[in-house]
């Protein structure tokens, strides 16, 4: 391949734009077909460098990329370019950890290959010092053949987002479950390398998906979906050994191209994906792996729950980091800890052995420690359940001498919940499939003095305002869930406000 050459990128990469725009995903090569059909990725940011993602399409044999990152979107002002190999070993998908830029500065980049130009991407570096405002946008739970991605186009048109929050289940693992209405590729439930890789192409191709890729950075973590529903470090409730071969084969697989497919910081393959983000002296963001790092097997009923209360959730080496993590944010003086993680924290004194409900030492372990250590202003994050809810989070809610549900009194944190992007709501699929249990989740959402709101019936995402003085929390809803066109338009605010440690309650 000749030298990089700025002009001849340029020329191109203004039609890359061009196309972008459009919803087309680059130019064509000599096959016909797009090399770069699957738009471009950042993540990972932090203040000096930020990860960005291609991938090759159309590629046989190994190949090398061009890229650059500059400051504008015509990419006249280039700060840092370099090549990079789109490796058959990594399904051709090509990251690039992008280093010495400046913090909380937005810059845009692309990829080229034999004259054949991306999209021209938009990413942010997070800022540093004395920060005023946050903006992120919160999302989780993703079913192809359940809804519309009209949630991701909106969050593609939001302004000024730091990052996107991505909490899991960005891909489902089922096989076709439309009788070919909706066709998946591959059309059968996902084993193997192959399978995976291929329903992160066909998910990837999705116009809206690629937009909000192309505009915002993402921070992501897996929830269970990523290799198959209710897993723990083990198993999953979705895979039969004797049926499907080894878990730890399918559980390889699957983080194998969980790495390869999205923008995150290569690690080891066997490394932990719990990180922590710095805001500045604004908010640190802590990233938490509630399924197949630490996560013993979920008890099958109360009873179990009683006898073996010790249960692991997070696992020893992840709830040390995690407590340490939380000891430094506040030692440094950070106002706020944002917690990204799956599954629901607060109690809601039903049985669901999925969510922190199962492991209640653990849960216990982490808010004592929140109490000893007097640290404050914390907010849950979390998705998975296909709802939205809005909580305070407190030891026993149910004890009215330790909780005031009028007041907020005896809260330690707060806890938003954020609807499932596609996926069937909470509420539809209980009705259809239980309508014993969903009158019972209904009659039992009214006995829950810690909830604030709570809605079961409607897809969307989170969108959160931090400042000095309170974090807000808006519920984006879809008014039409299998029209990719649909409005979102926000139907619920709740605020928590600094050193108050609840949800605050209407003057």
Request: hydrophobic share 40%; glycine share 8%.
């Amino acid at each position: 391949m000749p030298p990089l050459d700025r002009r001849g990128f340029l020329a191109g990469a203004g039609l890359a734009a061009a196309l972008g725009a459009s919803g087309c995903a680059g130019t064509q090569g000599d096959r016909g077909q797009p090399r770069f059909a699957h738009g471009v990725a950042s993540g990972d940011p932090g203040a000096e460098r930020v990860v960005i993602w291609t991938r090759l399409d159309g590629a046989g044999a190994a190949e090398e990329l061009e890229w650059l990152v500059a400051r504008e979107p015509q990419l006249r002002h280039v700060v840092r370019r370099g090549r990079v190999v789109a490796d058959p070993l990594r399904d051709f998908c090509c990251k690039v950890d992008v280093g010495g830029l400046e913090p909380g500065t937005t810059y845009f980049y692309a990829f080229r290959v034999h004259g054949e130009h991306s999209v021209v991407g938009r990413t942010r570096t997070l800022p540093q010092d004395a920060v005023e405002s946050l903006r992120f946008a919160v999302a989780a739970c993703a079913n192809y053949q359940q809804g519309s991605f009209a949630a991701y186009a909106r969050i593609a048109e939001l302004e000024s987002l730091d990052a996107v929050l991505h909490l899991g289940d960005y891909i489902y693992e089922y096989g076709d479950q439309t009788d070919g209405r909706l066709p998946l590729d591959p059309p059968h439930e996902i084993l193997t390398l192959e399978d995976y890789r291929r329903r992160y192409a066909f998910y990837r191709r999705d116009p809206a998906l690629q937009a909000a890729h192309r505009v915002h950075p993402f921070i992501a973590v897996w929830d269970d979906h990523e290799s198959a529903n209710n897993a723990w470090r083990d198993g999953a409730g979705n895979h039969d050994p004797e049926r499907e071969g080894p878990w730890r084969e399918r559980r390889a697989a699957a983080i194998q191209a969980w790495h390869e497919w999205m923008p995150v910081r290569d690690t080891a393959a066997d490394a932990p994906i719990h990180r922590s983000f710095r805001f500045g002296d604004l908010a640190d963001l802590v990233m938490l792996d509630t399924r197949l790092e630490g996560r013993e097997q979920p008890a099958a009923s109360p009873q179990d729950i009683a006898s073996d209360p010790a249960r692991e959730l997070l696992g020893a080496a992840q709830e040390a980091w995690l407590l340490g993590e939380l000891d430094a944010s506040q030692a440094r003086g950070t106002r706020w800890r944002l917690l990204g993680q799956q599954v629901v924290f607060a109690p809601l004194g039903n049985f669901n052995p999925d969510q922190w409900d199962g492991y209640p030492q653990a849960r216990q372990r982490i808010l004592q420690h929140l109490g000893r250590a007097g640290i404050d202003n914390v907010v849950f994050l979390t998705g998975d359940i296909h709802s939205s809810w809005a909580l305070d989070v407190a030891p026993d809610p149910y004890d009215r001498a330790r909780y005031d549900g009028q007041s907020g009194r005896g809260a330690q944190a707060v806890e938003f919940v954020t609807p499932g992007i596609a996926s069937e709501p909470l509420g539809h699929y209980l009705a259809r499939r239980d309508p014993e249990a969903h009158a019972r989740m209904v009659e039992g959402i009214k006995q829950q003095p810690h909830l604030r709101f709570a809605d079961y019936t409607n897809r969307g995402f989170v969108s959160l305002e931090v400042n000095a003085q309170r974090v807000e929390a808006s519920w984006h809803f879809v008014a039409a869930p299998t029209d990719p066109q649909s409005r979102v338009a926000i139907a619920h605010r709740e605020t928590v406000r600094a050193g108050e440690n609840r949800l605050s309650r209407p003057v």
